[in-house]
């Protein structure tokens, strides 16, 4: 009866191992994530955005932005700060995060172009990353830099935005 007692007692020790996430797990092997998103809120001066990306050690993520900044349109126009956080899953199946900040005055968005007659808009989105953390790192840095394009069209004689879709890189130091 011990006998089993503790072959079941290290078979549960030995699943629970398999089970359990690991202390020693690292942070994403990927420091650079190819990022696509769309905006799914905003404001005048504020921006929510969310999509997928893929990093160059071969993770796959999701990820979500808040973006604060001056008006669109300002001469500068500052990014003032927000969030970021991101989702990966490695080739080998590892989970794992990554957060962070966006500094204050860190970067700019610029007007690449401005959609006259109501064309499609589109921003260079800028900044720096700080306080980047993962599961296992923290008080890391990075950089953000996506194209904005506003899509548009007229209607009615009013100049409409129907989808907003980012595209660009985000890069770490963990």
């Known amino acids: ?59 796959a993520a999701v990820w979500n932005a808040y973006v604060e900044h001056d008006r669109l349109g300002s001469n500068p126009t500052y990014v003032n700060g927000g969030s970021f956080g991101m989702a990966t899953t490695s080739p080998s199946g590892a989970l794992d995060f990554i957060r ?37 790192t923290s008080g890391g840095s990075g950089s953000f830099a996506v194209t904005l394009t506003h899509y548009r069209y007229s209607l009615f004689g009013h100049c409409v935005i129907y989808k907003a879709r980012v595209y660009g890189t985000i890069s770490f130091s963990y």
Do not use: W
């Not at 089970?19 to 998103?37: D, E």
């Not at 064309?119 to 700080?130: E, H, W």
């Open 1 to 59: 009866m011990k006998a089993a007692l503790r072959a079941s007692l290290a078979t549960l020790v030995a699943v629970a191992a398999l089970v359990a996430p690991s202390a020693a797990a690292a942070a994403p092997t990927s420091i650079s994530f190819t990022i696509v998103g769309y905006e799914y809120a905003f404001t005048s001066t504020a921006g929510s955005f969310a999509g997928r990306a893929s990093g160059n050690a071969g993770e």
């Open 100 to 136: 962070g900040t966006f500094a204050h005055h860190g970067g700019t968005i610029t007007t690449l172009n401005a959609g006259a007659n109501c064309t499609n808009q589109q921003y260079r989105v800028s900044d720096t990353l700080q306080n980047v953390g993962t599961s296992t």
